[in-house]
């Protein structure tokens, strides 16, 4: 273990510098002009909101869709988070009620055997 | 600003869940693999970033070269790309902060500032400031209490991710109220199912991302051309041209 700092240390900053290049990248292309191409300015207003869909579909990318339980606890709860939400408008409460039901549901009715 | 602090700990507050429970996560990991706490704290504040951190035990533990570590980052963590676009302006007004914002944007606090709703008695700039600075210290610390007491959790927190998920779903339905144009929601999900079913879980979100770029600069590159051709002054309508576009890609 000792003997292996310096290893660690090194895995460390190449994992940080590469996160940060990745995170830079359009201020490094961008951020320097004084006026920004229209294209850019039209994505940045387009853009989040397809994003923020795909990050969705990211989190639940791990879902099993071929076997038991089918996914059906992430849809049943992905259900509640919308239907809380819609009614509530509260960002907390729909998240606490949305991962409740899925805990409950992953260790009741849905338990896979591990 | 403390009007502006406490603003911006109310809109952190959601994202408290997910940072805890991978945060954790992360540290009871190190700790397994028999890297000491120490190690925990300095990913907590130099790397954040989630599951990036979570693959890098694995590669630690693997003796992955520095190389191979570099790539698999790369990929993981290109989405960022994406995330700056919005905020160029926004963050270079910031000064000092400037740099500390870009290397924080991960995709929680991401979606955090696309949707604030600011209200009128804050400072923009602080708020942004403050969220980001609230949530990396939260990440730190769940990092630090995973290696440090995350074998004392009774660790059923099993489930407890789907909170990242529940939170990024009311953001999509905040900005589904809030902005004109459905379309880019639209077009994100159709790229990212469609690229989902070809290319499987771990391969997906980057051409997802790529062609929702594409359509979009298409949608608007071909509603602006028509306007043209009709010689209309139709306000900023990204509409007709899509439906076709979509089922493409």
Redesign the interface.
Request: aromatic letters at 12%; glycine letters at 4%; hydrophobic letters at 60%.
């Given at each position: 273990?000792n003997a292996d700092w310096i290893?660690?240390l090194?895995?460390?900053?190449?994992?940080?510098l590469?996160?940060?290049?990745?995170?830079?990248?359009?201020?490094l292309f961008?951020?320097g002009k004084k006026e920004?191409p229209e294209?850019?300015i039209?994505?940045?207003?387009?853009?989040?909101?397809?994003?923020?869909?795909?990050?969705?579909?990211?989190?639940?990318?791990?879902t099993g869709l071929t076997t038991y339980p089918f996914g059906l606890p992430?849809l049943l709860?992905?259900a509640l988070?919308?239907v809380v939400?819609?009614i509530g408008k509260n960002?907390?409460l729909?998240?606490i009620t949305?991962?409740g039901l899925?805990?409950v549901l992953?260790?009741t009715l849905f338990m896979v055997g591990s | 600003m403390m009007k502006s602090f406490v603003f911006a700990f109310k809109q952190a507050i959601p994202v408290f869940f997910p940072y805890l429970f991978i945060g954790i996560a992360f540290g009871v990991l190190m700790d397994e693999a028999g890297y000491s706490a120490g190690w925990s704290l300095l990913s907590g504040v130099f790397i954040y970033a989630g599951s990036m951190q979570i693959v890098m035990v694995s590669l630690l533990t693997a003796g992955a070269s520095l190389g191979t570590i570099a790539l698999m980052t790369f990929f993981v963590n290109a989405r960022h790309i994406f995330y700056g676009i919005a905020f160029i302006d926004q963050f270079r007004k910031m000064g000092r902060e400037y740099p500390y914002m870009i290397v924080t944007l991960t995709d929680e606090v991401y979606s955090i500032l696309c949707s604030i709703d600011y209200s009128e008695d804050v400072d923009v700039r602080k708020t942004d400031f403050y969220i980001t600075l609230i949530l990396h210290l939260v990440w730190i610390l769940s990092c630090l209490a995973g290696a440090l007491f995350g074998q004392l959790i009774p660790y059923n927190l099993a489930g407890i991710e789907f909170s990242a998920t529940a939170f990024f779903i009311t953001v999509c339905m905040n900005q589904w109220q809030s902005l004109d144009s459905h379309l880019p929601a639209i077009t994100g999900l159709i790229s990212a199912l469609v690229f989902y079913f070809i290319l499987g879980p771990s391969q997906f979100i980057l051409p997802a991302l790529a062609v929702s770029v594409l359509v979009l600069i298409i949608m608007k590159s071909r509603s602006k051309s028509q306007k043209k051709q009709l010689g209309l002054e139709v306000e900023a309508s990204l509409t007709e041209p899509v439906e076709e576009i979509s089922y493409e890609c």
């Open positions: 273990m290893y660690t090194e895995a460390l900053a190449v994992v940080a590469v996160t940060i290049l990745t995170r830079s990248l359009p201020f961008f951020g920004l294209t850019v039209y994505l940045g207003t387009v853009l989040p909101a397809a994003i923020m869909i795909i990050l969705v579909v990211f989190c639940l990318r791990n992430e709860s992905v988070v919308i939400h819609r960002v907390f729909s998240i949305g991962t899925y805990m992953i260790r | -």
